[in-house]
């Protein structure tokens, strides 16, 4: 993990406070400071390794200072980061806060480089304990991203007033907060249930910026949530209408919420569209899933001719078998009969004798006498169907 290292400019003005005297409780000394400009220097030529040997050479000297130490300490943390060795920088961070004697705003200035240390190895509990810390105890004007991080911390260890509280804060002083900041926001809302509050904050995201498609996912996972499927399905309709919405989940996700809400016609003639521009993949499941919905739209034909292309794509039993059910209800038996036995040379059945019991029954009533007595015999292999396959078999030889 690579830290940005926000205070670092914040340690050096206060090191720009020194006095040429003795330090006070609150400034270090004349040589310390002097020599964390050198480390500034090593910093800015990318020479890491040699400003913390620099710096660690020195903190032994000045152990009987411990605010000059603990400055020291917090130069070889972010030395540390820079090397994205984040180990070596909490070591150097928990020796300095056990430092007597430092004062509470260099107490708080080490707390919040700590939090936001601990914080992305996501030990949220102790990166929140540290970071409010510093909240509390910090006069000067704090930064909007500083807020964020904390109300990011308080989100993640489920204090969602307090997250609520700051997030609102970070993106009020940010002339353009960036969008994952709304998204933390509105996730924190939701989670409160302040379904009301959330929504209108995703309205205004939208409002600010139309043409970001995420918006609209957000928005309609929203309602989706909240199991308002035709307020989802609207979201994305417009949305996709705006050209915004064009790969192959957002469209999977508008036609299941088209037949979810009972307007199957509308998501068979949707998917067959893009099956065809191929912006979704033609594979079995899509061309079974088409299937489904022209079923569901009583366009039988237009189903039959689909399912045979699942099954030519991908052959499976189960295919056939759903083809052969559908030839059966519409009294086509030649080709019910066809379908059943292409789904028993495929296998995949715990219980075949069924599928033969279908078969006899298409072949019978398509006047395949032979065919229907061999399907019957295999149907009759099943204790559950022998009663019903034997008087099958002796209307045949009535016959």
Do not use: C
């Not at 020194?18 to 910093?43: F, H």
């Not at 810390?133 to 969602?160: D, R, V």
């Not at 309602?223 to 705006?242: C, G, P, S, W």
């Not at 099956?275 to 189903?303: C, F, H, I, P």
């Amino acid at each position: 993990m690579r830290l940005v290292l926000v205070h670092v400019l914040s340690a050096l003005l206060l090191l720009a406070t020194v006095s040429t005297g003795v330090a006070a409780e609150s400034q270090a000394s004349n040589r310390t400071y002097l020599k964390m400009i050198d480390a500034q220097k090593l910093w800015n030529e990318e020479g890491y390794t040699e400003a913390l040997d620099l710096l660690q050479e020195y903190e032994p000297k000045v152990e009987k200072k411990p605010y000059d130490q603990a400055i020291v300490l917090q130069y070889i943390a972010h030395t540390y980061v820079f090397l994205d060795q984040t180990e070596g920088a909490r070591g150097a961070l928990q020796k300095a806060l056990q430092l007597p004697e430092i004062g509470v705003p260099l107490t708080a200035e080490l707390k919040l480089v700590y939090g936001q240390i601990v914080l992305g190895d996501e030990q949220f509990d102790e990166a929140r304990a540290a970071i409010e810390y510093w909240y509390e105890n910090t006069e000067t004007e704090k930064q909007p991203n500083l807020i964020f991080t904390l109300g990011y911390a308080n989100y993640m260890t489920g204090h969602m007033e307090r997250a609520e509280e700051l997030l609102a804060s970070a993106i009020a002083m940010q002339p353009l907060p960036r969008k994952s900041w709304y998204r933390l926001y509105y996730q924190t809302l939701f989670e409160q249930k302040k379904y009301t509050q959330a929504e209108e904050l995703l309205l205004g995201m939208i409002d600010r910026d139309p043409r970001e498609n995420d918006n609209w996912r957000l928005l309609a996972n929203h309602h989706m949530q909240l199991e308002d499927r035709r307020k989802a399905l609207t979201a994305l309709v417009i949305a996709y209408n705006e050209g915004l919405l064009e790969g192959a989940d957002d469209l999977k996700r508008m036609i299941a919420l088209y037949g979810a809400i009972e307007i199957p016609e509308k998501a068979a003639r949707l998917l067959q569209q893009h099956l065809a521009s191929k912006t979704v993949e033609t594979d079995a499941d899509m061309l079974k899933r088409l299937a489904n919905l022209w079923l569901l739209s009583r366009e039988r034909d237009q189903a039959k001719i689909v399912l045979e292309q699942a099954a030519a794509a991908a052959p499976d039993g189960r295919t056939y078998e759903m083809l052969g059910n559908i030839f059966f209800e519409d009294e086509e038996w030649t080709n019910a009969h066809e379908a059943y036995l292409k789904a028993l040379d495929l296998g995949g059945f715990d219980e075949p004798e069924r599928i033969y019991m279908l078969a006899g029954i298409s072949a019978e009533q398509g006047g395949m006498k032979d065919a229907a007595r061999d399907a019957f015999m295999e149907a009759r292999k099943s204790d559950d169907l022998r009663k019903q396959a034997d008087a099958l078999l002796q209307r045949l030889d009535r016959s």
